[in-house]
């Protein structure tokens, strides 16, 4: 057996070369390994990311195939749309969501929480390390996601129009920014909340729900506003109509803007609290 | 073997110089006191026992330390630095189990150590395969700890420990679910440890035979209060400035021998035993040879004169005892 090597420490807030970018960069990859490896989670953040967009292609092309007098090819701008509704808005953000909460739950539930306290690590910059890296991980899975769109889009176009590349820019900012937003207040509201299975629960009742209902309820009036959906649909390249699910209230850039970083001001503040202040 | 009297230190004067030293620590849940004006001093370079039955604050005492939970009322320095304010630093060269070690269950043993090397510092990634090599664990690094046993997660806790090069480690009833041999194993690494790499270790446990063979310092606690404390051969006897000297004395005519040291300025007390007699002397334990003379010159035989060892389960069960009674805390002084 070998001895350990004594060594000098390292000041508490800077890594070895002295830069805090440095210890920054190894606490994000801890985290984004941590994601890596719950399997359970990848695989169902997969099927939600990527198996409505397959079914989607594959189920047009059989009719395409099957009839082609009646059905349209499964590819084109058209059909793009559609999947990137269905990516953006429904199950891309299901599937942030169970990163997301993953990311903020991760150390309590596996109950290594404390002992990453009593490192004298900051527990505030314990918890901040986890939202990029829930990120990196929410984006490459809804870019993979994204890139399946993009195949379907173009291989199954046939004879109709395909999407510029403008068109393609945008529509991936706007699911990157819809699924990016709801995986940091998820990591936030799980952090807050320090239950997993409540914290899911309560997301997607939320995200399903709640959010459609009151974005539906013309007397809440500009009210409406204020929910993340509807500032997040605010900065979609395609058409949504008013009112529903997919609903766009007109608003503007700005208070779009402002909706979208008071959401995350008001959920990572939360968890972050919640972190800091909580019996390890 | 450092004392508190090396230190320049002792409970109620916190000098920084020990490794822990806690004045009037208090926790309170609701009207409860799980600690009760706690103090505390751990010397440098020493194995030290917190010794107390379950439910009496150890570990409440312990995440107290580390930040875990806050005080009510008190003040703590770990490794001279205050505690919670300077959390950070003082933990820097701190490595702790608290409870049951517990870790990722579908990361690997190494990949474990990986993020809370990430956490303390890009420097500490190189600590990693030393740290497990310690351990004996090199071979089986790889393996998801979900497939360690019990014994091979402590011992993988420890490694976790060991990262942070420690000054200081606080241990939390470390051998909990080891085998005969894995307890035994532990023992020796603790006391390496302590003796060749100068690391003081604090660890909590219930077992007094435990603590008596591993620890050099010790305090018992009980109730939330600590009611002992210093090094385990005074807590043991009674402490240094009422040490116990008894001896067992196997003579041939025990109503001679009684009669013989009745009022004999060395004797405190005889009394008959199983053994013969039981003489509490007034003096050191060196006067044993007075005793022994002054007997022989009466006519005695002597057979048997032995010093009578005082466990450390004999005192922990005197003072716990005593607890019943209102006495004021006790502390034993080196």
Known sequence: MSAVSPATPAPASRGADGSPLTLAGQMFGADFLKLRKKRGTLIWALVLALGPVLIFFVVGAIQHASNPQRYEPAGGV???????????????????????VEAGTGDASAGV??????????RVALFASRVPAALAMCFAIIGAAYAVLLLGTFVFAG????????????GLGFILLSTGMLCAVSVGFAALTTSKPGAIIALIAWLIVASPVLANIESLGSARKGLLSQAVAHFSPIHLPEGGHNASIPMSGGLAFIVLVAWLVVFLGLGAWRTRTMDA | MPTQTDNGGSPGQMTGHAAIETEGVTKRFGSRAAIDGVDLYVPRGSAFGFLGPNGAG?????????????????????????VPSERGQALRRVGAIVEEPRFHPNLSGRENLRIVAAVRGPEVQARIAPALARVGLSERADEKVKKYSLGMRQRLGVARCLLADPLLLILDEPTNGLDPGGIQEFREMIRAMVEQENRTVFLSSHLLDEVEKICDHAAIVDRGKVIAQGPIAELASGGAGGARNELIVGVDDVELALGTLEGSELVREARRSDEGLRVLLSGDIESAAQVNASLVRAGVAVRRLEPVRHSLEQRFLEVTSRLDAPVAQEEVRA
């Open chain 2, 58 to 82: 150890k570990t409440t005492m312990i995440r107290m330390l580390l930040g875990l939970t806050h005080a009510s009322a008190g003040s703590m320095r770990v490794l001279g630095h205050p």
């Open chain 1, 78 to 100: 058209s059909n793009f749309h559609d999947g990137l509704r269905v990516i953006a808005l429904l199950f891309g953000p299901l599937a942030a969501l169970l990163i997301g």
């Open chain 1, 159 to 170: 004879g109709l129009p395909t999407p510029e590349g403008s068109l393609i820019l945008d």
């Open chain 1, 113 to 122: 929480f404390r002992d990453l306290v009593v490192t004298g690590r900051s």
